[in-house]
């Protein structure tokens, strides 16, 4: 990592995707990992328009057993470290597939939620909003409005993405000198095009994850280890890095 600190410090332009694993340490399971909600559960059954429509109690009860789980969570070190790390760039934008809340309830600012986020619903029916606690508290999937069905506002199998999310993704990628890809198997596409994207104009990728996935040999860095302690680092080192060198002109 010294190797690269001056590249590292003096970009202006950083992007960080997210994925599952940044969230791990906070107690919410990852889909792929050894022990991953994936072997357990099978959300592909639940997290679909059709088993919606199908079975909208059971499905709205999933969710909202997901926002229990991920209301007690807390965000990690490294949530907080990618808080500090936007101070530091004067282009920062973080790209997460996570729906769990936590980059916002860190304090990240600049943030691009691909696949929506588990505190925000909709009505199918008239669009009204039912966002954060006070939806859980009135506990009914039906719109009192119109009747219509509420559902969650994420990105289900087989939904497009936010366009407007995406766009932004995109284009930090497009821009990006930096790019850190941390705690996620870069195997879902699109998010997994971003990287590829960065590389394809000459920014450098930095990888951050537990083990080894099918990014790392395309990644200038790959730091194995957990997101918490390797951003921490990162940080740290990046504002060492500026100290000294400022110090030394
Ligand atoms: P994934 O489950 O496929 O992969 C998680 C990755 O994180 C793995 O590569 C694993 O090695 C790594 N990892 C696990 N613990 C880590 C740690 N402590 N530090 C660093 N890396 C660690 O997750 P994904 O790639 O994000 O996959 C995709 C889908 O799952 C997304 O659509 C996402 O929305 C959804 N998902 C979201 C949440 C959430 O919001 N917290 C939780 C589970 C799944
Ligand atoms: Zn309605």
Known sequence: MERFLPVLSSAKNVVVLTGAGISAESGIPTFRGTDGLWSKLKPEELANFDAFLRNPELVSEWYKHRREVTRVAKPNAAHTALVEMEKLFSHFTLVTQNIDNLHRRAGSQNVAELHGNIERNYCLGCGKRYDGEDFDRNNSFQCPECGGLIRPDIVWFGEMLPSDQWRTAEVASSEAEVMYVVGTSAVVYPAAELPMTVKSHG??????????????????????GSASEVMTEVVEKIKEYRRVAKESK
């Open 203 to 224: 920014g450098m990728i930095v990888e951050v994850n537990i083990e080894e996935t099918p990014l790392s040999e395309f990644a200038d860095l790959s730091i194995q």
